[in-house]
Every structure is written in structure tokens, then in C-alpha cells.
């Protein structure tokens, strides 16, 4: 049989962030081709559906993911999220994304071109995509990711305090 499809779920893998989702998956995959990868707190139930790695610090997030060398990280949140710094993470280690078509990471992914938007309620259409997913396909979103120009953290506090001044002028 060929080599499993490593996949990457790091963060806080909680219920909204997609703890049930990643099992109805995994209990579609009969076949065992994919191979999850848990990096952060992930809920101890999740530990049969794949090799959990425990915390990490937010600079060795490359290093873990270095050690796991998957080819996709997921980020199956089911509340919208505002930011995620998990998919600046991600894609800063050069990895394409599979994640949930809502909120910032629906805009991000839209913008960006950096993975695959699946919708958090359809497991069975989530797995399905994954399996689907060709080297061509593959191959242009890493480039899109090696494109993508990423803030400074200087940058982004220059923004947030633009942003603030802004609204306290208003106050």
C-alpha cells in the first residue's frame, strides 16, 4: 500500500475547533490513508485517531512540523475565527492549508490561494477532497504560499495602532 497523507492539526484542537469533525473524518478513513498529527492541547480522546505531540512553544511550531513533515495542515475550526495565527504559522513552514470556509480563514485562503476551503459540516466531502487533491493542484498552491508577503511584527503593531488611534479620535 502506498505511504499514508501526513496531516497537521495544530493549536487548541477543542469541540469549535473542530474535535468531533477530525473524528467523523478519521472514522471515514477505512482504509487508514490518512495520517493525522495532533501538535498543541488536543482533547485525550482524539489520541486513537492520530499520533498527538503534546505542546508547543509558538517558535518551535517549524520544528515540529519539520519532525512530522506532513503534506497538509488542517485548521478545521467551526466558529469563525477572527485572525488565526495557526494559518500564518502554517503557511509561513511553507504547507498548504486545508481549512473551514468561514470567517478569517475563509477570507485568508480566498485571498491568498494558500490551500482548500471545505465545509466544516460534510465530512464525507472533506475526505473525499483530500484524497482528491493532485500534484498539479498541490504544486500551485505552494507557490501561491511562497508569494504570499507576510508582516513584520513591527508591521502589524504599526497597524493595530493606526487602527486604535483611529477609534480613540472617534471616542
Known amino acids: ?9 495544530p493549536g487548541h484542537i477543542s469541540r469549535h475547533k473542530g474535535s468531533l469533525l477530525i473524528k467523523k473524518i478519521k472514522n471515514l478513513d477505512k482504509n487508514n ?5 495532533f501538535m498543541g492541547t488536543a482533547i485525550p480522546n482524539l489520541n486513537k485517531y492520530g499520533i498527538n505531540h503534546g505542546r508547543y512553544k509558538r517558535g518551535d511550531f517549524n520544528k515540529v512540523i519539520a519532525e512530522i513533515n506532513p503534506s497538509f495542515i488542517a485548521i478545521l475550526s467551526t466558529c469563525p475565527e477572527t485572525f488565526s495565527h495557526t494559518l500564518t504559522e502554517s503557511w509561513k513552514s511553507g504547507i498548504p492549508v486545508i481549512a473551514t470556509n468561514i470567517g478569517a480563514l475563509k477570507e485568508r485562503v480566498n485571498k491568498t490561494g494558500g490551500g482548500w476551503l471545505v465545509d466544516y459540516k460534510n465530512p464525507q466531502k472533506i475526505y473525499d477532497k483530500i484524497l482528491s487533491i493532485d500534484e498539479t493542484d498541490y504544486l500551485e498552491k505552494v507557490e501561491n504560499i511562497s508569494k504570499i ?7 502589524m503593531t504599526d497597524e493595530y495602532n493606526k487602527i486604535y488611534g483611529e477609534m480613540s479620535d472617534e471616542l
Open 149 to 155: 508577503n507576510f508582516k513584520s511584527l513591527k508591521e
Open 33 to 37: 490513508a490518512l495520517e493525522l498529527h
Open 1 to 9: 500500500s502506498k505511504n499514508p497523507i501526513k496531516i497537521a492539526i
